[in-house]
């Protein structure tokens, strides 16, 4: 698997990676805060996570009101490594800090990937490749869907599969172990580099990381979790459904790995996706089956080293550079079509800004899920779903209502209620309704 990794004919050779995770960082910090300008990020995820790590930076253990009064996030998904965040949320203590960190993030993973195409493939095509990679379908649809931790696991997994190319065993245990950290399905994949490690002959190494990574999944699924979470479960078990989606399924699979013109599937390295892909296909949540939301941001950097080390052994390298432009053209183009200017006019923006900004700091407050991120940073903000028994201080609602978790009929119902039950209707524009509780 060893690639040839010869020196830089020039110094732009050596740079050209270094370029293309720039422009990834400055691409994807723009979109994701003009996501949170235009309210379309969400309390769920992005609330949540601010949550989360504002917990950490106040000194406390991270807990998210947003899933419930005083709910313990380390018992929804173990994701420790989110502390690392918490020194600069006080620089920064706003939603866009995550947004931004997680564009740094991802971007990062753009220089092991491009390094690893530059060095196949020559300077101008491995570029191209970079270009894809930061285009790709998975990356941008993370991008197009507030913050989550596994934008930690994606340069990781980058600098491991680029280790391993090169046959640097340590390093690459080394850049995945902290995988661990970072949540609770991850150390699987660790396991698969135990195995990677094993098929090249690094049997005592390989088998110990298999085993820590298979043990500490256990550990976290059965254990961990249970204890850390109030109702004494694992909240995602959710149950098995491998025969259901099969169309989408397939179409999943398909969109994975043919912008790398499939040459992803001539590597070992293709392993490291198993793990991942196994517990979404067979999972009962169709959210897993497709291609939206966050979770195949973690399989870009695999398939795309991957096909660095495939492409070695077919006679048209030309079809990766092209493929991976195309596909990522197309796909730059349909998440583009959901960055619009949001679901208000800057106008009637403008009106709900004022309107939050008449929520004291230290507040308690019943929230929109759209509104929820333009508060978590100064109050202790709780999810208004339609059914919810809370009754806090301040009550801020959206016009129009996300038919999510219940329907707008049952949202409605429990503002009207809420009016009769005490609160008072003290601001609103045609966006927004403000309630304080008499």
């Given at each position: 698997?060893?690639?040839?990794?010869?020196?830089?004919?020039?110094?732009?050779?050596?740079a050209i990676p270094y370029f293309v995770a720039s422009v990834?960082?400055?691409?994807?910090?723009?979109?994701?805060?003009?996501?949170?300008?235009?309210?379309?990020?969400?309390?769920?995820?992005?609330?949540?996570?601010?949550?989360?790590?504002?917990?950490?930076?106040?000194?406390?253990?991270?807990?998210?009101?947003?899933?419930?009064?005083?709910?313990?996030?380390?018992?929804?998904?173990?994701?420790?490594?989110?502390?690392?965040?918490?020194?600069?949320?006080?620089?920064?203590?706003?939603?866009?800090?995550?947004?931004?960190?997680?564009?740094?993030?991802?971007?990062?993973?753009?220089?092991?990937?491009?390094?690893?195409?530059?060095?196949?493939?020559?300077?101008?095509?491995?570029?191209?490749?970079?270009?894809?990679?930061?285009?790709?379908?998975?990356?941008?649809?993370?991008?197009?869907?507030?913050?989550?931790?596994?934008?930690?696991?994606?340069?990781?997994?980058?600098?491991?599969?680029?280790?391993?190319?090169?046959?640097?065993?340590?390093?690459?245990?080394?850049?995945?172990?902290?995988?661990?950290?970072?949540?609770?399905?991850?150390?699987?994949?660790?396991?698969?580099?135990?195995?990677?490690?094993?098929?090249?002959?690094?049997?005592?190494?390989?088998?110990?990381?298999?085993?820590?990574?298979?043990?500490?999944?256990?550990?976290?699924?059965?254990?961990?979790?249970?204890?850390?979470?109030?109702?004494?479960?694992?909240?995602?078990?959710?149950?098995?459904?491998?025969?259901?989606?099969?169309?989408?399924?397939?179409?999943?699979?398909?969109?994975?790995?043919?912008?790398?013109?499939?040459?992803?599937?001539?590597?070992?390295?293709?392993?490291?996706?198993?793990?991942?892909?196994?517990?979404?296909?067979?999972?009962?949540?169709?959210?897993?089956?497709?291609?939206?939301?966050?979770?195949?941001?973690?399989?870009?950097?695999?398939?795309?080293?991957?096909?660095?080390?495939?492409?070695?052994?077919?006679?048209?390298?030309?079809?990766?550079?092209?493929?991976?432009?195309?596909?990522?053209?197309?796909?730059?183009?349909?998440?583009?079509?959901?960055?619009?200017?949001?679901?208000?006019?800057?106008?009637?923006?403008?009106?709900?800004?004022?309107?939050?900004?008449?929520?004291?700091?230290?507040?308690?407050?019943?929230?929109?899920?759209?509104?929820?991120?333009?508060?978590?940073?100064?109050?202790?903000?709780?999810?208004?779903?339609?059914?919810?028994?809370?009754?806090?201080?301040?009550?801020?609602?959206?016009?129009?209502?996300?038919?999510?978790?219940?329907?707008?009929?049952?949202?409605?119902?429990?503002?009207?209620?809420?009016?009769?039950?005490?609160?008072?209707?003290?601001?609103?524009?045609?966006?927004?309704?403000?309630?304080?509780?008499?």
């Open positions: 698997m060893l690639i040839d990794f010869a020196p830089a004919p020039v110094r732009t050779r050596r990834a960082f400055a691409g994807y910090a723009a979109w994701s805060l003009q996501r949170l300008r235009t309210f379309d990020a969400s309390g769920f995820d992005l609330g949540i996570f601010e949550q989360a790590v504002r917990s950490y930076a106040h000194g406390h253990w991270p807990v998210s009101d947003l899933l419930g009064p005083g709910a313990p996030t380390l018992g929804d998904h173990f994701h420790p490594i989110l502390a690392l965040l918490a020194p600069f949320y006080l620089l920064w203590p706003s939603p866009a800090c995550l947004l931004v960190a997680q564009a740094l993030l991802f971007a990062l993973s753009a220089v092991p990937v491009t390094r690893c195409a530059i060095g196949v493939l020559g300077t101008r095509p491995g570029a191209v490749v970079g270009a894809g990679y930061v285009l790709s379908w998975g990356l941008l649809s993370a991008v197009n869907f507030d913050f989550h931790e596994v934008c930690f696991a994606v340069p990781m997994l980058a600098f491991t599969a680029e280790h391993l190319l090169r046959e640097r065993w340590r390093a690459a245990v080394w850049c995945a172990l902290p995988l661990v950290l970072v949540k609770e399905d991850l150390p699987m994949t660790l396991a698969a580099v135990g195995v990677v490690l094993v098929l090249n002959r690094q049997r005592r190494l390989g088998w110990a990381v298999v085993v820590f990574g298979v043990a500490s999944t256990v550990l976290l699924v059965t254990v961990v979790l249970p204890a850390l979470n109030p109702a004494g479960a694992y909240a995602h078990s959710g149950g098995f459904n491998p025969f259901g989606g099969s169309i989408v399924k397939v179409s999943m699979l398909l969109a994975l790995l043919a912008p790398t013109a499939f040459t992803a599937l001539r590597s070992p390295l293709l392993l490291l996706a198993i793990p991942t892909l196994l517990w979404r296909l067979v999972s009962a949540n169709d959210r897993y089956w497709g291609m939206g939301y966050h979770y195949s941001a973690v399989l870009m950097p695999i398939v795309f080293i991957a096909a660095a080390d495939g492409v070695r052994r077919i006679d048209r390298r030309w079809l990766l550079p092209v493929c991976a432009l195309v596909a990522g053209l197309a796909s730059f183009g349909l998440q583009a079509a959901h960055l619009t200017s949001g679901v208000w006019t800057p106008s009637q923006r403008a009106g709900i800004n004022a309107v939050l900004a008449r929520i004291p700091d230290g507040a308690t407050v019943l929230a929109s899920n759209r509104l929820a991120p333009h508060l978590t940073s100064r109050c202790t903000v709780l999810f208004f779903d339609g059914v919810s028994p809370l009754r806090p201080e301040w009550v801020v609602v959206a016009k129009p209502e996300q038919s999510w978790p219940t329907t707008l009929a049952s949202k409605a119902a429990a503002l009207e209620d809420l009016e009769r039950t005490g609160y008072l209707r003290v601001d609103g524009t045609d966006s927004v309704v403000l309630l304080h509780r008499a």
